[in-house]
C-alpha cells in the first residue's frame, strides 16, 4: 500500500493537513493543494490512485475538477463539503464522484471510505466494471466481446447508439447523469445541438428492455437532474 498516491485538493488548510497527516499514518503518499486549477495541473502531471475533492474551491469548484478529471480517467474520486443537501450530493455523484463526505466529518470515517474505495478499485483492476467481458443488471445482460444483449433470456437488437447508451449506464449503475454528460459520452461531444437526441435514444431503449417503457424499472428519471441506471427493482418515480 504504501505506492498508493493521493491527491487532496482542500482549501481550508486545517482539513487539508489533518487529512493528510492521517492518510500518511497509512503509507500513502499524499500531495496537497487548495484550488482546482492546481488539482488538475498535479493530476495531468502524475499518476494518482485517489483524488479527494472539496467542493467549494476557489479558480475551479469540487464538481468542475471531478468532471474534468472523469472525462480522461476512472481514478476513484471522493468529494468533500460542507453542504448537505440531498441535491448536491446528487450532483457530486452525478459528475461522477464515487463517495462524498459531508464536513464536519470524523477523520476515522475519511479513512475508511479511501481504503474501501482503493479495495474497490484495486480488485476490479483500476478498469471499474469494463475491465469483464459481459455487465448484467436484473435480467439484462451485455456482451462486450460479441456485442449481444439478452434482455429476460432473449436477444435484443440495438442500434450503435442504443448499444453505447446502455452499456455507459450498466457500467456504473445508480450513478445520476445529466443529459450532457450522457451526449458527451456517447456523442462524443459537450454541445448538444438538439436537446430531445438524448431523450429520444432513451425512449426508444426503454422500449427494447423495459417490460412497461411508461413505468421503466431500469432506467430512471431523476427530476431536474437527467437519469441513473437501476438493478430494475424500483419504480420510476
Not at 28 to 33: A, F, G, S
Not at 42 to 61: A, G
Request: proline share 3%; aromatic share 8%.
Amino acid at each position: 500500500m504504501g505506492e498508493i498516491r493521493i491527491l487532496v485538493a482542500e482549501d481550508d488548510k486545517e482539513i487539508c493537513d489533518l487529512v493528510r497527516r492521517y492518510l500518511e499514518r497509512e503509507m500513502y503518499q499524499v500531495d496537497t493543494v487548495t484550488n482546482g486549477e492546481e488539482a488538475l495541473r498535479l493530476f495531468q502531471e502524475h499518476t494518482y490512485n485517489l483524488v479527494m475533492l472539496d467542493v467549494m474551491m476557489p479558480k475551479l469548484d469540487g464538481m468542475e475538477v471531478c468532471r474534468q478529471i472523469r472525462a480522461h480517467s476512472n481514478v476513484p474520486i471522493m468529494m468533500l463539503t460542507a453542504k448537505d443537501h440531498e441535491t448536491d450530493k446528487v450532483l457530486g455523484l452525478g459528475v461522477g464522484a464515487d463517495d462524498y463526505i459531508t464536513k464536519p466529518f470524523s477523520i476515522n470515517e475519511v479513512i475508511a471510505r479511501v481504503k474501501a474505495l482503493m479495495r474497490r478499485f484495486l480488485v476490479l483492476g483500476g478498469e471499474g466494471r469494463l475491465a469483464d467481458e459481459s455487465l448484467q443488471c436484473g435480467e439484462i445482460t451485455i456482451d462486450l466481446k460479441t456485442y449481444q444483449v439478452t434482455v429476460r433470456k432473449e436477444s435484443v437488437s440495438l442500434t450503435a447508439k442504443e448499444f453505447e447508451l446502455l452499456k455507459f449506464f450498466m457500467s456504473q449503475p445508480e450513478r445520476v447523469f445529466t443529459k450532457v454528460q450522457l451526449f458527451r459520452q456517447v456523442w462524443g461531444s459537450g454541445y448538444i445541438e438538439d436537446d430531445n437526441t438524448v431523450m429520444v435514444h432513451i425512449r426508444k431503449l426503454r422500449k427494447k428492455i423495459e417490460l412497461d417503457p411508461s413505468h421503466p424499472q431500469y432506467i430512471q428519471t431523476v427530476w431536474g437532474i437527467g437519469y441513473k441506471f437501476t438493478g430494475g427493482n424500483n419504480e420510476d418515480r
